[in-house]
């Protein structure tokens, strides 16, 4: 049975995804938006919202390590999973000074995370700190 659940999940996740990136699509169709623009904004807002919905739950209920868990370990199954997968598939080429300054910020988000935790609390002021990094 749990066999099952698991192929209709996945299939049920399968056929919403497509929902949903064509539905971004025909927005930004009908509003005249780039649809890069769209793809970077809405779309990525829409992947992110089951971490979020998650760590908020988890955060609400006090299990903090398992809020702190579910972000670093979703950040690091987009960079390393899939954008190996990506590259597995078809080669990647990717601007030299667009990486330069992505690859900056990502160990600049990173050590930001590692000193605001070094006191084993994150508070209001980390938050609001992240929030704007964000």
């Known amino acids: 049975m749990t066999y099952i659940f698991l192929i209709t ?3 049920l996740l399968f056929i919403g995804a497509d929902f949903f990136v064509s539905s971004s699509a ?8 780039n649809p890069f623009f769209m793809g970077l904004t ?5 992947t992110s919202s089951p971490e979020l919905s998650v760590s ?12 702190i868990g579910n ?6 199954f987009n ?3 899939v954008v190996g997968a990506l590259g597995f598939i078809k ?10 300054m992505e690859f900056l910020f990502l160990i600049f988000c990173s ?3 590692l000193l605001l935790s070094m006191d084993n609390s994150l508070g209001r002021f980390d938050g609001i700190l992240l929030l704007l990094l964000f």
């Open 26 to 33: 025909n927005i930004s169709k009908t509003f005249n938006i």
């Open 56 to 67: 908020l739950i988890s955060s609400l209920n006090g299990s903090y390590g398992l809020c």
């Open 79 to 81: 960079i390393l999973m």
């Open 111 to 113: 050590i930001t995370l």
């Open 9 to 11: 999940g996945f299939l």
């Open 91 to 100: 080669t990647l080429r990717v601007d030299n000074s667009i990486l330069k």
């Open 71 to 76: 972000i670093i370990g979703s950040n690091l």
């Open 42 to 46: 809405i779309v990525a807002f829409g």
